[in-house]
């Protein structure tokens, strides 16, 4: 693929963008880590990420987008509310943060911008369980265009986990590599408990189902 060329990952310390920052790193030339914060469960989560992109060797930014948090009601950034572990039927689960992926998208590319990156890198999914509209392909195409239209540029988003299910992100991690980095080190759990996480809240049953399914293969 691209050599040559720098690309900027939108990266939280997680197993999916920890997986996307070592496929950046395999893919092109110089990387660097994006990280926002905006009021999710753990602060923990961007020091976790700090120590991964760290060990990568790849610089790392922290983006205060705290104002996401004040624009509408989730339970990702209200402590007070009980998170959904299912999709309703006709909605989106209350860890849905309308607009999120638009907003961290922009900021991404006005900061790749700055540094002459053309590249980016996010590690949204369409075999997500809770299909969040901003997960998914469409959505990210449509993105895309948008802001190159914005800002007259001509960026490409790169998706590497966009038909992948959590096995086969597994998968990956271990093509690249990193199997034990994203095993051991990462942060997916939404009560902020590191690696194989409490086992009981939805990111830890997706996690980890598709670990055991990977580790069965
Ligand atoms: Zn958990």
């Given amino acids: 693929m691209q050599t040559n060329q720098s690309a900027l990952v939108l990266f ?33 989560e961007v020091e976790i990420a700090q120590k991964i992109a760290e060990k990568a060797g790849i610089p790392f930014q ?52 700055s540094h002459g990156i053309k590249n980016i890198v996010t590690g949204v999914s369409e075999a997500d369980y809770s299909g969040y509209p901003d997960c ?26 966009m038909w992948r299910n959590k096995t086969e992100v597994w998968a990956l991690a271990d093509e690249l590599g990193v199997f034990d980095i994203v095993k051991n080190e990462t942060l997916t759990c939404y009560n902020g408990i590191v690696a194989e996480g409490c086992g009981e809240c939805p990111a830890c049953l997706l996690r980890n189902e ?3 399914e990977y580790l069965r293969k």
């Fill in 136 to 161: 998914r392909d469409t959505f990210i195409r449509s993105a895309n265009t948008t802001i190159n239209l914005a800002m007259d540029e001509q960026f490409i988003i790169h998706t590497p986990l």
């Fill in 62 to 113: 922290i983006l205060d987008a705290t104002i996401i948090s004040q624009l509408a009601e989730n339970s990702l950034t209200n402590h007070d509310m009980i998170m959904d572990k299912e999709k309703p039927q006709d909605s989106y689960p209350n860890t849905f943060v309308p607009g999120r992926n638009l907003i961290f998208l922009t900021f991404a590319a006005v900061i790749a911008r």
């Fill in 210 to 212: 598709g670990l055991e």
């Fill in 12 to 44: 939280s310390g997680g197993q999916d963008s920890t997986t996307c920052l070592y496929w950046a790193l395999k893919n092109f030339e110089s990387v660097r880590a994006l990280c926002f914060t905006y009021g999710q469960r753990h602060v923990q």
